[in-house]
């Protein structure tokens, strides 16, 4: 969602700003702006629509200055328009506002009733006016931003300029993320390292409540202060994220790179989880009593929630343990019935979700323990959980999770087998050969990623598909799922995922000659029951693209009346366990192609942000 960037220099900030800016457009944004102060006086570019338009605008009409705020707006209070862009100023202080403030309209009220106009239709300016009227009132910058504080409700962060402290930058988190990058002679904040990732590696995050004054004067220098007030230390720490970490390299798209970049990922991830010498699932820091267990409750949003839903099949038949797996923005308001002896996960590539967020707090509220699976290890969910498991999927700058997706598949996989074990549930031998599986699983997946012009053919079949309809049965259904939502993100196709038992109760209805319909049948337990489907789906002249290894295509080509087309993509068979993480690739490049074809933005797609950060 909204992205901030803020920067204190010895050197002119307008380019940095916009570069911070571009690094930040994966969030998703529909206007952006910048700020700085020169000459005790604030300047300010805004603009609606991408990045484009806001260097057009600065090449034409350039600000000078060596402390500068910028900000990728994601509407939610007021149309995505160049006077809703942020930053939003008075005549003293500019501001750009990642959240919601959720009082802002009594605020307002009451700043209007003192004489404030108000330009924009956002919950932001209020803040203006709030510290304005402070300022006004003869508080310094700290104490006007301190007192401003206590006025707002809500989860937000700031970046704040004032005309006349034109050395200060003041920042502030308060249930949104925020990191300092440090370098000499100059000072980075922003929502995210990534913005400044090319500059500095080394960085503070802010923790929850705390304020950071940026000072620039002789020497480059910062001061935190906690939610109290009271001046604090936090930790410096070296970032994971290099400037090449977030380059496209030869790729056309991040999705694309980040696609292939699958193996990679997916062996690094695996190899952190297992002990090398003897080839067993070790979860170093993870101290549970697993035979103590009785159930496991999974809880997450979007595709986080999709890797939830294959580990249900996982855990109950790999480790005989009941699972419930649940969408955070649901179960944050239900009364539901807790149990003890419950392992909660809450996953999250981002480890930012509001609705994850939320839901973890109100595990830790009424003391449950929860073990968050995540990519960014610095993230509010890993800093507030109990225990963390990391994928090492590495920056994903597609707002369509791929990498990070079978990442969280490979860490729930050897989570699995742990509890299992540990529970004396699953066989020695069955034990080894799954971990075998989950060795072998990179190797095939380049083995796909080699093939991967099959799906731009197969692309040229679905492009004037209005609807498209994904099926599995068993483990695969939730890859039906996934495969569903990719389509409708990136092609902005309507697709549908389904498990293939349900055809019959409702979505065969749409079936008719112009629908697609993606099949995942590899040959596992469920393959005889998904042939059922695909014949009432062929006798509706559906155009059907078959997943499926060589048993399943012999099987299918014996059953499937002659002169009817269909495609059929043949994967290497391989192990039930592991046929989720590889048929989530075709379903990956399939959505990629199609898109890629349609002419759509990939990596930023219309409306879509990539952490969530508001409700
Ligand atoms: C996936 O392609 C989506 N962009 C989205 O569903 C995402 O998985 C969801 O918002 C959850 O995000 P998280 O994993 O960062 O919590």
Known sequence: MCGIIGIVSQNQVQSHLIDGLKRLE???????????????????????????????????????????????????????????????????????????IENFSDLKKHLQEKGYTFQSDTDTEVIVYLITDYLHQGN?????????????????????????????????RHGSPLVLGIKENELFVSSDAVAFAPWTQQVCYLEEGDLAVLNAGDCFSYELYDRDGHKVDRPLRRSQITGESVSK?????????????????????????????????????????????????????????????????????????????????????????????????????SGETIDTLAVLSQLKEHGHQVLALVNVPESSIARKADYVLQTLAGPEIGVASTKAFTSQLMVLACLCLKTGKERD???????????????????????????????QK??????????????????????????????KEISYIHAEGYAAGELKHGPIALVDLTMPV???????????????????????????????????????????????????????????????????????LLAYYIALLKGTDIDQPRNLAKSVTVE
């Open 26 to 100: 994966y969030r998703g944004y529909d206007s952006a702006g910048i700020a700085t102060v020169q000459d005790n006086q604030i300047h300010r570019r805004r603009s609606a629509g991408k990045l484009i338009n806001l260097q057009n605008l600065v090449e034409s009409e350039p600000i000078q200055g060596q402390i500068g705020i910028g900000h990728t707006r994601w509407a939610t209070h007021g149309a995505a328009n160049t006077e809703n862009a942020h930053p939003h100023s008075s005549r003293e202080v500019a501001v750009v506002h990642n959240g919601i």
């Open 140 to 172: 310094d910058p700290l104490t006007a931003v301190q007192k401003t504080l206590t006025k707002l409700q809500g989860a937000f962060a700031l970046a704040i300029l004032f005309k006349d402290a034109p050395d200060t930058l003041i920042a502030t």
């Open 249 to 349: 390299a030869e790729y056309s798209h991040y999705m694309l790179k980040e696609i292939f970049e699958q193996p990679t990922v997916l062996s690094d991830t695996l190899q952190s989880l297992l002990n090398l010498e003897n080839q067993k699932v070790s979860l170093k820091d993870i101290d549970l009593n697993w035979k103590m267990l009785n159930r496991i409750q999974i809880i997450a949003c979007g595709t986080s929630y999709y890797a939830g839903l294959v580990a249900k099949y996982w855990f109950e038949k790999w480790a005989g343990i009941a699972v419930d797996v649940e969408i955070a923005s649901e179960f944050r308001y239900r009364s539901p019935v807790m149990s003890s002896n419950t392992l909660n996960i809450l996953i999250s590539q």
């Open 425 to 455: 549930v699953i066989k020695p031998d069955v034990y080894e050969s799954l971990v075998q599986a989950l060795v072998s699983l990179p190797g095939m997946i380049s083995y796909v990623l080699q093939n991967s012009e099959i799906y």
């Open 458 to 487: 197969l692309a040229l079949g679905f492009t004037t598909a209005r609807n498209c309809l994904y099926l599995g049965r068993g483990i695969t259904y939730p890859i039906a799922l996934e495969g569903a939502l990719k389509l």
């Open 518 to 588: 993606v099949v995942l049948a590899p040959y596992d337990e469920w393959f005889e029951k998904t042939l059922s489907n695909l014949q009432e789906v062929i006798a509706r002249g559906a155009q059907l693209l078959c997943l499926t290894d060589q048993k399943g295509e012999e099987k299918i080509r014996q059953q499937i009346k002659a002169g009817y087309s269909m495609e059929i993509v043949v994967f290497p068979q391989v192990d039930t366990f592991i046929e989720p993480i590889l048929y989530t690739i075709p379903v990956q």
